[in-house]
């Protein structure tokens, strides 16, 4: 062993004098010195890698004072570096060299400065000057297709290494090491929106870490992520899953760009939210219990930032919708069933507001709405149970399914229903959860609303002013509680679409709905919601889709 090193000793001194005499390769003896030690440097590089795989930054220098000199000045080499066994040696001692957590200012300016030098190394350009291209031609390549496969070589001997094989004679035994891998991530950051590059990030992200810290760089994973949501590169659902469960802040991110654009939609399009939810990738990896919860939190916060504003509540909505779907879709043998996505509520309610009201006859959603409501007061008025997080918990639960809601608004001004009380109960709920002083109140002025529309119904004709009367019953908008304008909003607005007397003034009572821009904005959304759902449940409800859409046009007109 001891002549082992001596002889690595004196071959570092013998290769180092080689790589002063050679330079850049700027002379035609130097080319050609190059080409006829090519395959000793290999072996002699071999050597090098080999012990310096078990050693730390510091450990390399006292080992090797001048490994620096050798290694820069034969990656600044051309020709050695376009001998393709060379390069993948040289960028595997520097990821060996690299420190993942400095210790001093020595290992911070080293890591610099093996990633500068890894940059060059990989870089097109470099195989782009006079010299390298001359010596690439001899060869028949040319420098992109050179780039090409130089990065494929590089990828797969990373890939092998990271599964734990063997390749083209390096012995790499088991797996590797936390400091390699962090230093493969490094490597692979400026890269990474590169084709040949992919099956790298595949295996990095995917790559089992059994310590307490993820081996994989901060800023890999915000830059994968950052060129994942930019479509820029693609990845496989296992990988892009992987990422998330690595690297909370990226899926936090890709949540709230989501959410962004969601909220940006101009037209108030529910087709277009699915389509973009769909499109998005997280609603795969939302399957994943862990993932959904992350989603469910950042959409918990939204609806306290906004005060359950009515586009907020849509999102949720939607979202939650394309989830079920998806959900449903997923044929894996072991998924897990509903309930695991929302541990914080009673069960049987839940599969009451999974119910989808396509798969229950018209008839019947009045006999349901009414279980469903039944659940959720006894689950909110129970003494024991009764607190704002256990409200907060059953109101949320009733934000994803709200597509009840809006049917219980259409079928306490259009079915004559002994549970109307009920589901005027229901409507209160959905926008007054929080306040059980003001519920009582508000329960009595929306039933005054609802009756006065009702009565309408009947009436052979409906002017606009008698029907501002009924919303108002005497009181100034201004002064009712929030919560309760919203419930009349709400009920007016379905009146508009699903009353044969509502439809004659729709098109003119809409801009006394729509006269400021935040009435304007929540009354859009219901138009929407109301289109969307009617459009899924069939063609029997074309007039009011027809409406909707007319109505919708009349406010972005104002």
């Not at 006829?36 to 450990?59: D, S, V």
């Not at 899926?251 to 962004?260: I, Q, S, T, Y």
């Not at 001004?413 to 109140?441: G, V």
């Not at 709400?490 to 709905?513: E, N």
Request: charged share 20%; hydrophobic share 45%.
């Amino acid at each position: 062993m001891a002549d082992d090193a001596q002889n690595l000793v004196l071959s570092f001194e013998y290769w180092l004098n080689k790589a002063v005499e050679w330079g850049q390769a700027t002379t035609l003896e130097s080319q050609q010195d190059i080409c006829l030690h090519l395959p000793k440097l290999y072996e002699f590089l071999h050597q090098i890698y080999e012990t310096l795989k078990h050693m730390n930054f510091t450990a390399a220098i006292q080992r090797f004072p001048l490994i620096g000199q050798l290694v820069g000045r034969l990656c600044w080499n051309p020709f050695v570096v376009g001998y393709d066994e060379c390069q993948k040696i040289l960028m595997c001692s520097l990821c060996c060299l690299y420190s993942k957590e400095p210790q001093n200012p020595m290992e911070l300016k080293a890591n610099e400065w093996i990633w500068n030098l890894l940059c060059h190394l990989l870089s097109p350009s470099e195989l782009g000057d006079a010299d390298a291209c001359s010596f690439l031609l001899t060869l028949g390549y040319t420098s992109a297709a050179c780039y090409s496969e130089l990065v494929k070589n590089m990828v797969l001997s990373f890939v092998t290494e990271l599964r734990g094989n063997q390749l083209n004679g390096l012995n790499i035994h088991g797996r590797a090491s936390a400091n390699r891998v962090h230093a493969i991530s490094v490597l692979c950051t400026p890269l990474l929106t590169l084709p040949e590059v992919a099956p790298l990030l595949e295996a990095l992200l995917t790559h089992r870490d059994w310590g307490l810290q993820d081996a994989l760089n901060v800023q890999f994973l915000a830059a994968v992520n950052e060129a994942l949501l930019q479509k820029k590169i693609g990845l496989s659902d296992s990988a892009i899953l992987c990422l998330w469960l690595r690297h909370l802040p990226s899926l936090e991110k890709a949540v709230l760009h989501l959410f962004e654009r969601l909220i940006s939609i101009q037209g108030h399009s529910l087709g277009d939210m699915e389509c973009m939810i769909k499109d998005s990738l997280l609603l795969k990896a939302a399957i994943h219990p862990s993932v959904f919860r992350i989603v469910d939190e950042i959409f918990r916060n939204a609806l306290l930032e906004t005060d359950g504003t009515s586009k907020v509540l849509t999102i949720i909505q939607v979202f939650t919708q394309c989830f079920v779907q998806a959900h449903q879709e997923d044929n894996r043998q072991h998924k897990l069933p509903l309930k695991t996505y929302f541990p914080h509520n009673h069960p049987l309610l839940l599969m009451a507001l999974l119910k989808h009201p396509l798969d229950l006859p018209a008839t019947l959603w009045c006999q349901h709405l009414k279980g469903i409501i039944e659940m959720l007061k006894t689950a909110t008025e129970e003494t024991n149970i009764r607190s704002h997080r256990n409200l907060f918990e059953h109101w949320f639960l009733l934000i994803h399914f709200g597509v009840w809601v809006d049917i219980a608004a259409e079928l306490l001004l259009t079915s004559k229903t002994e549970t109307s009380d009920a589901l005027l109960w229901l409507l209160t709920f959905y926008y007054s959860p929080f306040e059980n002083h003001q519920m009582s109140q508000t329960l009595v002025e929306a039933r005054i609303a609802s009756d006065r529309l009702v009565m309408l119904s009947s009436s052979p004709t409906l002017s606009v002013p008698e029907l501002l009367a009924a919303a108002a019953d005497g009181t100034e908008t201004s002064t009712r509680h929030p919560s309760t304008n919203r419930i009349i909003q709400h009920l007016l607005v379905t009146y508009l679409l699903f009353s044969s007397r509502g439809h004659t003034v729709a098109k003119r009572f809409i801009a006394h709905m729509s006269q400021t821009a935040e009435t304007a904005y929540e009354v859009s959304n219901m138009l929407a919601r109301t289109a969307h759902r009617l459009s899924i449940l069939g063609l029997k409800n074309q007039r009011q889709i027809k409406l909707a859409h007319e109505l919708l046009q009349e406010i972005q007109s104002v």
